[in-house]
Nanobody, 124 residues
């Protein structure tokens, strides 16, 4: 089992920045890859970014390329996943979820561990 806990969400003005964090504990040897997804109000969950275990490969949704950066820190007992979000827009408002799985893909179905989510609200 893997436990994922997100933090760092909040309210920010358009153009501002936020950094989301996700702490993964438990069987972190199975957390390859990891990713961020989001669910805007009234919409379906969508892919944001993904990263491989060693951090060598990353993938981003077109809507966040150039503004968001995914990274991770493979500590001994806890893996930390980050999402640096810059130049935020009102359309980035969503609940952001950290996820871990077995396949490097933007498909949510491939991720079998999920955090509880953290709210990001961008005001105009």
């Amino acid at each position: 089992q893997v436990q994922l806990v997100e933090s760092g969400g909040g309210l920010v003005q358009a153009g501002g920045s936020l950094r989301l964090s996700c702490a993964a504990s438990g069987r972190t040897d199975s957390t390859n890859p990891m990713g961020w997804f989001r669910q805007p109000p009234g919409k379906e969950r969508e892919f944001v970014a993904a990263i491989t275990w060693d951090g060598r490969l990353t993938d981003y949704a077109d809507s966040v390329k150039g503004r968001f950066t995914i990274s991770k820190d493979n500590a001994k007992n806890t893996v930390y996943l980050y999402l640096q979000m810059n130049s935020l827009k009102p359309e980035d408002t969503a609940v952001y979820y950290c996820a871990a799985g077995q396949t490097f893909t933007p498909q949510a179905e491939a991720y079998n561990y999920w955090g509880q989510g953290t709210q990001v609200t961008v005001s105009s």
